[in-house]
């Protein structure tokens, strides 16, 4: 017997990081003992431990609770956390589809951020009814009435009525709960029609395979049932359907208008990625539902081992960590540098900083990484169009008619004092300037048009630091432009250290070029001979600094009371030589491919 | 109570080493000279009583400039010991004062009148360079003041900052500015020189000496050879029932005496070296001396030749001009001791 429709809500939360998205999930959930007390690890959702520390969602969840209504009927409610930062757009976009309804919280402290804004206008994309409502109102520094005001003048949305709450104390969380039940609709769909399920997330378990973490809009899904993915056309036997209690818990069957997995022994999340539609293989639904797309890495880097020994244990993480991220690429590359490695893709900086984290973590690998690159897109004298992922591979400038590179749209939030400072940086980042508005008289919204591989490196710490934190962004991909770039490369004792050389506008090469010749001298130690450090375009040398030669490297003392701790400082001598990458006859020490990404 | 127990400590070993000679003695680390002259000639005295001494045997005392005194100094004599080690560091009055010494230039030469006096000519002095505040020309003249009054044995240490030290933090801080590499080195390489051409050999790393008056005792560490300490925290090796071991004495005062007053020996760590780790020992410690490992000697130990044992390595330092093998020994360079660490990373690797 399933549950009847019209008593189901499906909604989400959005919120800018650290609003309180996850403490308020933590609380609905335990308001509707959907959780006991003791069970409750703060933010629930956020299982990874890398999600708990940086305060960020990465991978959707979802939990279904029950709510006994003032109006006496008992209520499901199917709560789908999103992911909260612009490199996961896609997901979060997939997230709201599988849902009529978003709780938009507000922190009463900080009103309202870019973030944010960009996932309302998500939500109201996909037709949700949007519930604001007011976090943080215990703290002194809450400004309620300032974010209702924002919440009107900036999203439009009347937000008078607003739950004032705490989700930290608790206070008219229940609030939130009625309201849910009377302002978001409860779901379409037929459940007698053919099955159509949307894929709003997928992950891998160990024991049960990659699962499908669906809303169903019509139909009905059951053990057995053979599926199809409609846009992929692979076919599986279900061999489970569930729900999230949080955990997950076999049904007999999902109807419309209900969200849960499906189990059906598959591999891998490549195989059922986000945003396909499921159907039943013999009698399928005549359309997939809208808005699939493929989510494309956008930013490259290099991952190879420190110690070039752990290459297979690399490959073996990495195959493992895209069973449950469908969106990395890698392949195999080499570096006459780094050795044998990996060139792996990401949706963006955040997603390629998160996986390179998981895989030093729950991998217990150690690795080196360079800098990450966007893909340009080389148009040769003979017309031909090659796309670069990696400096390396750039053709000589001799061969190349013009480069592009990908541009973005930015949009940026922030108060009005920062303006000048913000500008200067978007400027610098050779942004061009394309509108600027007051939302009210505490907030701007700047919008600049500038290449991605300018966002890719130290732009969002720049404007945090330009602005206190207060400043927050967003941005959208746009076209290739032509661009005047040219290969920076780095000699070594007269070598070029293919693992550092780097595209970047001819405007910007030579402060650059100083910049990363500056940091290699502080980075690589002194040696037995002198060390010329040089930046240089083509064969045209722009900055030059020299790691002068090491003089004496020998134990001063050694007597019989010093000969064990004499030997173990020879071992770590010897760890640290291992942790060196030979560049011709320059040992280099692993960190230094990555201290010369955070240069300024 | 320390000096009790460091007693008690010496009689206990009496069985124990009742089948072993000794042919040197050092009373050093930390200073020797602080206790007064009756309990340093005990001292001497109990060893030469409790264990089989040999007659010729090389008995140094380590004493800082302030606290020596001339009956100190005859008792210790008169006990038997026949060579005296001076801490100086510095003859620069500024240097010795950033290092927080007690000792002042004109103490030292006192000091070393007074040692000279007392009968004692085997005499070696400490010095480092690389001092806050040092320069070449005041390093210089502490050597040449050294050798002038003719110490037969000159040993010239580098300033390692070692981590936990009040010095480190001074300069991690700031409050202390050191030499920086170079300078240091080029003082090290002019000093150096400067031993060499006023008849001193530089016989180790940092060890110099009118030739016959090398420090038998520490020869004995860098042939790998075996060593009793005793006293807190001190370090042993020893082949024991044909292991190869060392360990370490209690470094805590509490422990130590609580242990030897109950009749226990305050043995730290006892571990036994494999003959693999035996072997790398004889290299790293062999090394250190200008002859070099001796290939007889090595090969009587370790039943292996050590060029034919490290043959790759070998001739790849040789190339490098780093190292020389000849038909009876292998040693460094003077290039090869300057990177004597890089040197034997390379022998660790096989």
């Known amino acids: 017997m399933s549950f009847p429709r019209e008593l189901i809500r499906n909604f989400c939360i959005i919120a800018h990081i650290d609003h309180g998205k996850s403490t308020l999930a933590d609380r609905l959930m335990q308001l509707t003992d959907t959780v006991a007390e003791r069970e409750l690890e703060a933010q629930m959702l956020d299982s990874m431990d890398i999600e708990r520390e940086r305060g960020i969602t990465i991978k959707s969840a979802a939990v279904r609770m029950f709510y006994r209504h003032a109006d006496g009927k008992t209520y499901m409610l199917n709560l789908i956390d999103t992911p909260g930062h612009v490199d996961f757009t896609y997901e979060v976009s997939r997230a709201l589809a599988a849902c009529e309804g978003a709780v938009l919280v507000v922190d009463a402290t900080q009103g309202i951020e870019a973030q944010t804004l960009a996932n309302v206008y998500l939500a109201l994309d996909n037709d949700l009814e949007i519930i604001p409502v007011i976090n943080k109102v215990d703290l002194a520094s809450a400004d309620a009435d300032n974010a209702i005001h924002e919440i009107e003048d900036i999203i439009g949305l009347p937000a008078e009525d607003a739950p004032r709450i705490s989700a930290k104390t608790g206070l008219n969380v229940d609030e939130v709960l009625a309201r849910i039940v009377s302002d978001v609709p ?20 160990n024991y049960k395979g990659a699962l499908s973490y669906v809303r169903v809009v019509d139909g009905a899904v059951r053990p057995g049932d053979r599926i199809r993915f409609m846009h992929s056309g692979n076919e599986f036997d279900v061999t489970e359907v569930g729900v999230f209690n949080p955990r997950w818990q076999p049904v007999e069957e999902l109807t419309a208008g209900e969200v849960g997995y499906i189990s059906a022994s598959i591999k891998s999340v490549a195989e059922t990625k986000v945003g396909d539609t499921i159907t039943l293989a013999n009698d399928p639904a005549s359309e997939p539902l809208h808005g699939y797309k493929q989510a494309n890495p956008m930013v490259f880097c290099g991952i190879y081992p420190a110690d070039g020994a752990d290459y297979e244990a690399l490959k073996e993480a990495l195959d493992k960590l895209i069973l449950n991220d469908a969106s990395i690429s890698y392949e195999p590359e080499t570096s006459q540098a780094l050795g044998y490695g990996f060139r792996c893709g990401f949706l963006g900086l955040l997603h390629m900083e998160i996986a390179e984290e998981r895989l030093e973590r729950e991998f217990d690998l150690d690795l080196v990484t360079t800098a990450p690159s966007v893909i340009y897109r080389v148009v040769m004298n003979d017309g031909e169009v090659r796309m670069i992922d990696n400096p390396s591979n750039l053709p ?41 508005a007051y939302l009210e008289e505490t907030r701007v919204k700047l919008t600049y048009r500038m290449p991605l591989n300018e966002i890719i490196f130290d732009f969002f710490d720049g404007l945090k630091s330009r602005s206190r934190g207060y400043a927050s962004f967003d941005y959208e991909l746009g076209e290739y432009e032509e661009s005047d770039l040219v290969k920076l490369d780095f000699l070594l004792n007269g070598d070029i250290c293919d693992a550092l050389s780097t595209i970047v506008h001819r405007d910007k090469a030579y402060g650059k070029g100083r910049a990363v010749a500056e940091k290699l001298k502080e980075v690589i130690p002194r040696q037995q001979f002198e060390i010329p450090i040089q930046a240089a375009i083509g064969g045209k040398i722009i900055a030059r600094e020299t790691v002068r030669a090491l003089r004496k490297d020998v134990l ?42 955070r240069i300024n | 109570m320390y000096f009790v127990a460091l007693i008690s400590e010496i009689r206990r070993y009496e069985q124990l080493m009742s089948e072993r000679s000794f042919n040197t003695v050092f009373i050093g680390g930390g200073t020797p ?57 510095s003859a620069d009055d500024a240097v010795l004062g950033s290092i927080g010494r007690a000792h002042d230039r004109e103490t030292f030469l006192n000091a070393f009148e007074l040692v000279s006096k007392c009968g004692f000519n085997n005499i070696n002095v400490d010095v480092m360079h690389g001092l806050p505040g040092q320069t070449a020309a005041s390093y210089i003249d502490t050597l040449e003041l050294v050798s002038s009054l003719g110490a037969r044995h000159i040993s010239s240490y580098a300033l390692i900052l070692e981590e936990g030290t009040p010095l480190y933090d001074a300069v991690r801080c700031g409050d202390i500015e050191l030499p920086d590499e170079d300078a240091t080195a080029d003082m090290e390489d002019m000093g150096f020189e400067f031993l060499a051409s006023h008849g001193y050999r530089r016989y180790e790393v940092s060890n110099f000496a009118v030739p016959g008056y090398e420090c038998k005792h520490n020869l004995n560490y860098w042939h790998n050879g075996e060593y009793l300490g005793l006293g807190l925290n001190s370090h042993s090796a020893m082949r024991i029932g044909g292991k190869w071991a060392r360990w370490e004495n ?101």
């Open chain 1, 186 to 205: 409860a779901p379409a769909g037929d459940p007698d029609a053919p099955l159509k399920a949307l894929i709003f997330d997928s992950i891998y378990d």
């Open chain 1, 396 to 436: 000589s400038p001799m061969e190349i008619s013009k480069m592009e590179e990908p541009m973005v749209t930015a949009h940026i939030m922030t108060p009005p004092e920062y303006v000048g400072a913000i500008m200067e940086l978007c400027q610098d980042k050779r942004g061009i300037f394309e509108n600027m």
């Open chain 1, 556 to 597: 001063a003392k050694c007597y019989g009371g010093d000969i064990t701790r004499k030997k173990k400082l020879l071992e770590k001598q010897k760890e640290g030589k291992k942790r060196m990458r030979q560049v011709g006859t320059v040992a280099v020490p692993s960190d230094a491919f990555m201290s010369v990404l």
């Open chain 2, 33 to 89: 000279s602080v206790l007064d002259a009756d309990k340093l000639a005990f001292i001497v005295s109990e060893l030469i009583k409790r264990f089989s001494v040999a007659n010729d045997a090389e008995i140094t005392v380590e004493v800082n400039p302030e606290s020596i005194t001339p009956d100190k100094l005859l008792s210790m004599r008169c006990a038997g010991v026949n060579r005296i080690s001076i801490g100086l560091q």
């Open chain 2, 250 to 350: 209690a470094s805590a005062l509490d422990e130590y005496i609580a242990d030897v007053s109950s009749s226990r020996l305050p043995v730290r760590n006892m571990r036994d070296i494999e003959p693999d780790e035996e072997l790398f020992e004889t290299v790293m410690l062999g090394l250190r001396m200008a002859e070099g490992v001796d290939r007889a000697e090595f090969e009587k130990r370790h039943g292996t030749d050590i060029v034919t044992r490290y043959a790759p390595i070998i001739v790849e330092l040789e190339l490098d001009g780093m190292i020389v093998a000849d038909e009876t020994h292998v040693r460094l360079t003077e290039r090869g001791m300057d990177f004597q660490n890089e040197v034997l990373v390379k022998f660790l690797d096989q």
